[in-house]
């Protein structure tokens, strides 16, 4: 799966996210301070991953600043994403599953290397789920995009 990454700095569990993606066989697109010479700015390095996943360079984007709030809403502001801002497996489990979240948010200030791999876990091991409602609250979220107007 290509995975695009952004963090709005070069923090020690931004640098094991990348790590730990392409050590579960991802390929790491990489955005803001990941990528020398990219701007960091959490705004602009959120879009951008952001993008990747809405034009299809990506099939899904994780996405980190302090507190993972920007980084989400900045993604959230591309039309066809679903970035959750997920603290716990639990969460991530549930953003997948009844959201079709297709961008994870993490705080880099609270994310340790273990409850990220946990994270992952779930993350990546859990599905939109087929339930009538599930997917119909979905379609509903993809019909306000397009009740912005042209993008």
């Not at 302090?66 to 993604?75: K, L, N, R």
């Not at 997948?96 to 994870?104: G, K, P, Q």
């Amino acid at each position: 799966m290509r995975i695009s990454v952004s963090s709005d700095m070069d923090e020690p569990v931004a640098r094991l996210l990348v790590e730990e993606l392409r050590g579960r066989g991802h390929e790491v697109l990489a955005h803001g301070a990941l990528r020398p010479g990219a701007d960091a700015r959490w705004a602009v390095c959120s879009e951008r991953a952001a993008r990747d996943v809405a034009e299809g360079r990506a099939d899904q984007a994780v996405v980190c600043c302090w507190t993972g709030t920007g980084a989400s809403i900045a993604a959230n502001k591309v039309r066809g994403v679903r970035a959750a801002l997920c603290t716990d497996a639990g969460t991530a489990d549930g953003a997948r599953r009844w959201n079709d979240a297709n961008v994870l948010a993490l705080g880099l200030r609270l994310t340790s290397g273990p409850l990220l791999r946990e994270i992952l876990d779930a993350w990546f091991a859990a599905g939109p789920s087929r339930d009538a409602e599930d997917r119909e609250n979905v379609r509903h979220v993809e019909r306000l995009d397009e009740d912005r107007g042209p993008a």
